[in-house]
């Protein structure tokens, strides 16, 4: 049973730094896909960043435009577990943070419909 578990957030100053953790169970590190998400109150559901790796395209990453250079996911296999680096926050970045996985096929998207298991949300607030 794929299962995935977010932590990390909290509340921090504008400009400052937070990374969450994806603790992940279920598959392998082989061939997975997991994608970061977040969902500010009155908005929609918006892709951050995604990473994946399969037999054919190993470490591959993607971010949406606008926060490329600003956050950064990684994995750590031996851990299971995804990281978002998030840096240079702003007020608006504040959000409830998902992460889902997708196996089948491992591949990277930045739309949540994509992603056939997820995690519970983890909150993060940036104060001006």
């Known amino acids: 049973e794929v299962q995935l578990q977010a932590s990390g957030g909290g509340l921090v100053q504008a400009g400052g730094s937070l990374r969450l953790s994806c603790a992940t169970s279920?598959?392998?590190?082989?061939?997975?896909?997991v994608g970061w998400f977040r969902q500010a109150p009155g908005k929609e559901r918006e892709g951050v960043a995604c990473i994946s790796s399969s037999y054919a395209m190993p470490n591959y990453t993607d971010y949406a435009v606008s926060l490329k250079g600003r956050f950064t996911t990684s994995s750590d296999g031996a851990k299971s577990t995804v990281y978002l680096q998030m840096n240079r926050l702003k007020p608006e970045d504040t959000a409830i943070y998902y992460c889902?996985?997708?196996?089948?096929?491992?591949?990277?998207?930045?739309?949540?419909?994509?992603?056939?298991?997820w995690g519970q949300g983890t909150q993060v607030t940036v104060s001006s």
């Open positions: 889902a996985a997708q196996i089948r096929p491992p591949s990277c998207a930045l739309f949540g419909a994509w992603f056939d298991y």
């Open positions: 279920g598959f392998t590190f082989d061939n997975y896909a």
